[in-house]
């Protein structure tokens, strides 16, 4: 007989792998026949699931390409949550943020992703929507966290920046001349807002 923590952890090993799935599908297909050629549909079929099961994890096909998703919103807010105490709310908000992206990058079909979405701007820019799960995910978690609620002016203030530092830090990436880690780009941002915007060294 299982526990409930251990069928928990099945659950969410489960929604892993069948989101790595339709991650996997959508690469493969987008990166043979260009991602305006490919439907929701397509991909399910791919993965072997239902077009149901696709929206419980994605709201677009462009989504499947970016580490922040409604199906992760409740992941992140609780990592916010469980950061040490001792930390600044923009601390914690970094290191929940800068985590994800490394698990992003670290992923199997990461430098499918990373080509697609810069032969394909429009990807990011029509799955951008995932920016405003990341923001809701941040002030829920910070609300919590200080105790100030994810309304209060402070709460959504830190929220906000660290989105605007991933959103910066995703389009110096995209438009770098030569390769550069994702990774770093988004450290140099964080490390820019937290010197209070003061001019980086020469």
Known sequence: M?????????RERKKRM???????????LFTERGPTSVTVE??????GVSPRTFFNYFDSK???????????????????????????PLEAVRAVVEQSIARAVAGDTWHQEAELLRAHPQLLQRGMVAARTLN????DGLGERTGRGADDP?????????????????????????????????????DGVERGLTPPPE
């Open 42 to 47: 397509e991909i399910c079929t791919e993965a």
């Open 62 to 88: 462009e989504e499947t390409l970016l580490p922040f998703t409604r199906d992760t919103y409740e992941e992140v807010a609780g990592r916010v949550r469980a950061r040490p105490p001792q930390e600044e």
């Open 136 to 139: 809701l995910a941040l002030r």
């Open 2 to 10: 299982t526990t409930a923590d251990e069928g928990a952890g099945l």
């Open 154 to 190: 402070y709460v959504r203030l830190v929220a906000a920046v660290a989105v605007t530092a991933v959103h910066v830090a995703v389009n110096v990436w995209q438009g770098a001349v030569e390769e550069r880690d994702i990774s770093l780009v988004l450290s140099e941002a964080f």
């Open 18 to 28: 069948t989101r790595q799935a339709l991650r996997t599908a959508a690469v493969r």
